[in-house]
C-alpha cells in the first residue's frame, strides 16, 4: 500500500464520504435523514484519522461519536418527532446568509489552505501508549479536569431529567 | 371515581433485598445462586428422555385409530342413507352444506347434491345431530390438507340418487365409519400421513 | 485536487504491466480473501449453530427438535436459509425504502467488522491491531445505528419500539462490558488481542478468570453484558415476541431478514471469542509459548496453526452452549428490570470490580507466592462452584428419575449423544 | 499528488461552513445541535492532521479532551432540548426564546 496514487484515492473517498454526509446533515429536509448522514460523517472522520493514522483516536471517536452521540441525536429525534412528520420538523429559513456563510467559509478555507505547506509527515507508530503517558504526564491537570467536567455534565444531565419528574406540577 | 389500592400480599420474593447496601448485596447473592440452580435444573433436562410422540411417521398406529368413537373429524354421508329431508342443511349454522333434490321422470325425487364444504365446517356436529337415519355422520379422518382449497368442497353425490325411503328400524346398516370418505376427498391415498404397518387405515 | 484525480485516472487507465505497482492490487487482493473467509465462517457458524440451539432448547423443553432435514436435522439451517433465499423481499410502502433497504447491511457490517481483529489460531488473524479491544467495543456503534435504522425506516411502531429498545439496551450494557473488559487490559497491560492472549498461558490456572477474584467476576459480568449487547434472552427486549411480534426486523423478509439473523447467531461467537481471548487463554496450547509456534516453520507452523485454531473453537463452543443454555433457562426481563439491571447493579458492579483488580494488580507481585496462592484460591472457587452446579443437576436429575420409575417403570436416562 | 496538510484543511473546511449553515439555517434545535457537531469535528480534524503533519502528539491528546467535550456537551444540549420539548411540545428554537413559561 504504499503507491500514492492509492494513498490518494483513499483519502478522496474518505474525505467524499465525510463531506457528502454533511452536506445531507446541512441540505436535507428530513431529519432523520440529517441524523443518520450525521453518523456517516462522523465515521468518515474516524476513517480520516485512521489515514493519519492516528488509530486510537479513530476507535476513540467510533466508540464517543458514532456509538454514543450519533445514537444520542438519533434518540432525540425520534422523541421530539412524529413518525410521519419528519418532514415539516427540519424547517430551514433557506435565508441568503446561510448560502453567504457556506460560500465565504469554504472560499476562505480553499485560500487558507493554498497557502499551508504541505508539512513533513511524522513517522507512523502505534500512538496508544504514547497518549497514554501524555495523558497521565504533561496532561494531567486537563486530564482531571476533564474528568471533573463529564461528573458535572452526567450530574446535570441526571439532575435536568430527574428534576421534571418529581417537579412535575406541569 | 377512587381506585382501590390492593392491599400488600407480602413479598412475592422472600428473602429479596430491600433496599440500601444491604438489600443491593442480597440481590446480587439472590442472582448468583438463582442463575445457578436455573441452570442446573436445566441441565438435568439435557438427559432426559423427551415427551415428543413424532408424527406421523414414528408412532405405533394411525391416530385415527386412536381417536374416540365421538371423535369429530370430517364429516361423510351414506347417500343410501339419506332421504333428502335437508333438515342438515337447515341446521348448519355456516351454511356450509349444500343439497338439491330434484323431481325425477318416474314421479320420486333424487339427491343431485350433496356438498358439504369442509374448508368452512366448524365440527359442531349440529347436521349429525338432527340426521334421523344416522346419514351424517363425523369420521374420525382429520387430515384436510389439500394443494387446492376447492378440493375441501366434498361432492357425496356425483349422478343423481333416489332418496331413501325406510322406516326407522329398517334401514341398512350404515357403511363403516371413514370408509366412504376415500372415495370423496381427491388424492386420498397419496397423503404423508399413511399407516407405517400399511394396514386398514380407516375404520 | 482535480490534478490528483487526473493523475489518478492517467494512471489507472494508462496500465503500464512493467512499471506498474502490484504491492494495493495484492493488498486488495489478501483484503477481498480475508473477508470472504470470514463471511464464510459467519455462514458456516451461524446457520448450524441455530441447528444446535434449537436441539438444545428441544433437550431442555422435553422436545426433540428439528430432525426431519439431513440426518438428525444437521441440514435444517440449509433448508431455512433457501426458503429465505426465495422468499419475496417485500418492502412497505410507507417505509424509508432506501434506509430500509441498506440496514440489514449496515447491522451484517458491524458484525463482520469485528472479525477484523478476532484471532482464531496462533497466527490466523486479520489484523492483530495495537486497539483491538476497544476496536470490539466500538465498532457495535454501528450496529446500534443500523438497528435504529431499521426500527425507524420500517414505518411500523413494533419496529421502532424494538429499535429504540435494542439502541438503550447496546448504549447501556456497553459500559459494564466495557468496565469488566478493562479490568483484563489492566491485568495484560495491552488492548491488543494476540497481546492479552500472550499474557496467559494455556493451562487453567494462568488464565485471566483465575488471575484473582475480581477477575473471575470480571468474567461474569462482562459475559452477562456481551449477551446483552447481543440481544440474546434473558435480554432480548428489542424483539420480544410476546410484545414487539418481532422487534426491529419485524419488517423485514427474505434476504434482507436472513441478514439479520446471520448477524444474531454470528454475535454469539462474538460474544464466546471475547470471553474466550480475554478470560479463557484464547488458543494457547499446553506445552508450547506463542514464540515458539511463531518460530516453526513449514508444516509443523501450519500444524500449530490447526491444534491452537481447535483449542479455540472448542473453548468458544463450551461458551457458545453454556450462553445457549443460559437462553433457555432464563425469562425475559421488563423494560425496566433490564435498565435497573444496567445501572444499579452491573455499572457499579463493574466499577467496584475494576478497583478490585486495580488494588490486587497494585499490591501483589506478578509470578510472586502471594499471586499463585490467589490464583490457586480462585481455582479452587471455580471448581467448587462447577461441582456445586454438577452436583445440583445430578441431585435434580436422580430424584425425577426415581419418581418417573415409580410412576412408569421406565427409566428416564437419555445419553447425551443420542439423537432421536 | 502527495496528500498533505492542505488537503485535510479543505474538507475540515468544508465540515466547518456545513455546520455553520445547519447552526444558522436551521430551527430545530436537534439540527442545529447536529451543526454544532459537525463545527466540533472540523477543528477535532484540523488538531489531528496538525499532529501528524510535524505537531507531536499534543495535538492528537487535545483531540481526545475536545471528543470527551463534546460528549460532554451533547448529553447536557440533548437533555435541554428534551426539556424544552417537554414543556412546549416543539423543537423550535425560535419559540423558545421565553425563560420563564
Known amino acids: 500500500m504504499t503507491d500514492p496514487v492509492v494513498h490518494a484515492a483513499v483519502f478522496y473517498v474518505l474525505a467524499a464520504f465525510t463531506v457528502v454526509g454533511a452536506g445531507i446533515v446541512a441540505l436535507s429536509g428530513n431529519i432523520v435523514h440529517s441524523a443518520f448522514a450525521l453518523f456517516a460523517t462522523l465515521f468518515g472522520v474516524a476513517g480520516l484519522y485512521a489515514y493519519l493514522s492516528a488509530d486510537l483516536l479513530a476507535v476513540v471517536q467510533m466508540l464517543v461519536y458514532v456509538g454514543g452521540i450519533s445514537v444520542l441525536v438519533l434518540f432525540a429525534v425520534m422523541l421530539t418527532s412524529g413518525l410521519s412528520d419528519t418532514g415539516h420538523t427540519n424547517p430551514a429559513f433557506r435565508l441568503a446568509g446561510g448560502i453567504a456563510v457556506l460560500l465565504a467559509v469554504t472560499a476562505g478555507a480553499f485560500v487558507a489552505a493554498s497557502a499551508v505547506p504541505t508539512g513533513v509527515e511524522s513517522a507512523v507508530a502505534p500512538t496508544t501508549g504514547a497518549i497514554g503517558d501524555a495523558l497521565l504526564g504533561p496532561f494531567v491537570l486537563p486530564f482531571e479536569v476533564v474528568s471533573v467536567v463529564l461528573l458535572a455534565a452526567l450530574l446535570g444531565a441526571v439532575t435536568m431529567a430527574r428534576g421534571w419528574k418529581k417537579g412535575g406540577a406541569r | ?149 376447492r378440493n375441501l368442497n366434498l361432492h357425496f353425490v356425483t349422478k343423481p340418487v333416489p332418496v331413501a325411503r325406510h322406516k326407522p328400524g329398517e334401514a341398512p346398516p350404515r357403511a363403516p365409519r371413514g370408509s366412504i370418505l376415500k372415495d370423496v376427498i381427491p388424492g386420498y391415498g397419496r397423503r404423508p400421513g399413511k399407516a407405517p404397518d400399511g394396514g386398514e387405515k380407516n375404520r | ?276 481471548v480475554c478470560f479463557l487463554g484464547g488458543w494457547q496450547v499446553p506445552g508450547v509459548t506463542p514464540a515458539e509456534i511463531a518460530a516453526s516453520t513449514g508444516l509443523a507452523f501450519w500444524g500449530w496453526q490447526a491444534l491452537s485454531f481447535a483449542v479455540f473453537v472448542a473453548k468458544a463452543s463450551v461458551l457458545v452452549a453454556f450462553v445457549i443454555q443460559l437462553r433457555w433457562t432464563l425469562p425475559r426481563l421488563r423494560v425496566d428490570q433490564l435498565m435497573i439491571t444496567c445501572w444499579k447493579y452491573l455499572v457499579p458492579g463493574a466499577l467496584l470490580n475494576l478497583a478490585g483488580v486495580l488494588v490486587l494488580l497494585a499490591v501483589v507481585p506478578d509470578q510472586g507466592v502471594a499471586d499463585w496462592a490467589i490464583r490457586g484460591a480462585t481455582l479452587f472457587l471455580g471448581l467448587a462452584l462447577a461441582s456445586v452446579f454438577v452436583w445440583k443437576a445430578r441431585a435434580g436429575y436422580l430424584a425425577d428419575r426415581d419418581l418417573y420409575r415409580r410412576m412408569e417403570g421406565k427409566e428416564l436416562w437419555y445419553p447425551p449423544y443420542r439423537l432421536p | 499528488m502527495t496528500i498533505g496538510l492542505p488537503q485535510f484543511l479543505v474538507v475540515s473546511g468544508a465540515l466547518l461552513a456545513l455546520g455553520l449553515y445547519a447552526i444558522v439555517t436551521r430551527k430545530n434545535a436537534v439540527a442545529m445541535l447536529m451543526g454544532v457537531e459537525l463545527v466540533l469535528n472540523a477543528g477535532l480534524l484540523n488538531l489531528v492532521a496538525f499532529s501528524r503533519y510535524g505537531g507531536g502528539l499534543d495535538g492528537q491528546v487535545f483531540a481526545l479532551f475536545g471528543i470527551v467535550l463534546a460528549a460532554a456537551e451533547a448529553v447536557v444540549a440533548l437533555a435541554i432540548v428534551l426539556q424544552v420539548f417537554r414543556a412546549q411540545r416543539s423543537v423550535d428554537a425560535a419559540k423558545a426564546s421565553q425563560l420563564k413559561e
Open chain 3, 1 to 276: 485536487m482535480l490534478r490528483d484525480v487526473a493523475t489518478f485516472l492517467e494512471r489507472l487507465l494508462g496500465f503500464d504491466p512493467a512499471t506498474f505497482d502490484y504491492s494495493w492490487v495484492t493488498a486488495v487482493v489478501v483484503i477481498g480473501a480475508a473477508s470472504l473467509l470470514a463471511f464464510v465462517f459467519i455462514a458456516l457458524f451461524a446457520g448450524p449453530v441455530t441447528w444446535w440451539e434449537r436441539r438444545i432448547a428441544g433437550r431442555i423443553q422435553c422436545r426433540i427438535g428439528p430432525n426431519r432435514v439431513g440426518p438428525q436435522g444437521v441440514l435444517q439451517w440449509l433448508a431455512d436459509g433457501i426458503k429465505c433465499f426465495l422468499k419475496e423481499d417485500l418492502v412497505p410502502a410507507a417505509a424509508d425504502q432506501g434506509l430500509f433497504r441498506f440496514a440489514p447491511y449496515l447491522v451484517f457490517g458491524g458484525y463482520m467488522a469485528t472479525f477484523a481483529v478476532l484471532p482464531f489460531g496462533a497466527n490466523l488473524v486479520a489484523a492483530d491491531l495495537d486497539v483491538g479491544l476497544l476496536y470490539l467495543l466500538a465498532i457495535t456503534g454501528l450496529v446500534v445505528i443500523g438497528i435504529l435504522m431499521a426500527g425507524w425506516a420500517s414505518n411500523s411502531k413494533w419496529a421502532l419500539f424494538g429499535g429504540i429498545r435494542s439502541a438503550a439496551q447496546l448504549v447501556s450494557y456497553e459500559i459494564p462490558s466495557a468496565f469488566s473488559l478493562m479490568s483484563v487490559v489492566l491485568a495484560a497491560g495491552t488492548m491488543s488481542m494476540q497481546g492479552i492472549i500472550g499474557q496467559q498461558g494455556a493451562w487453567p490456572w494462568e488464565w485471566f478468570v483465575f488471575k484473582n477474584p475480581f477477575l473471575f467476576a470480571a468474567f461474569f459480568l462482562s459475559l452477562t453484558a456481551s449477551v446483552a449487547e447481543g440481544n440474546r434472552t434473558p435480554f432480548d427486549l428489542p424483539e420480544g415476541e410476546s410484545e414487539l411480534v418481532a422487534g426491529y426486523h419485524v419488517e423485514y423478509s427474505g434476504m434482507r431478514f436472513l441478514w439479520f439473523m446471520f448477524a444474531e447467531w454470528g454475535n454469539l461467537w462474538v460474544i464466546a471469542t471475547i470471553a474466550t
Open chain 2, 1 to 149: 371515581m377512587v381506585s382501590a389500592v390492593p392491599p400488600p400480599v407480602g413479598d412475592p420474593m422472600p428473602g429479596r433485598g430491600t433496599g440500601g447496601l444491604k438489600g443491593w448485596i442480597a440481590n446480587w447473592a439472590r442472582t448468583a445462586t438463582t442463575v445457578l440452580d436455573g441452570l442446573a435444573v436445566t441441565m438435568s433436562w439435557m438427559f432426559r428422555r423427551p415427551l415428543t410422540i413424532q408424527y406421523p411417521d414414528k408412532i405405533p398406529q394411525p391416530v385415527q385409530q386412536m381417536l374416540p368413537e365421538t371423535y369429530r373429524g370430517i364429516l361423510e354421508l351414506d347417500v343410501r342413507l339419506c332421504t333428502g329431508c335437508l333438515q342438515c342443511q337447515k341446521t348448519c349454522p355456516i351454511g356450509c352444506i349444500d343439497i338439491v333434490v330434484e323431481k325425477n321422470e318416474a314421479g320420486g325425487r333424487d339427491i343431485t347434491r350433496f356438498d358439504i364444504d369442509v374448508s368452512r365446517c366448524m365440527y359442531c356436529g349440529l347436521c349429525s345431530e338432527v340426521c334421523t337415519f344416522a346419514a351424517l355422520r363425523h369420521s374420525s379422518e382429520f387430515e384436510a390438507t389439500q394443494p387446492d382449497i
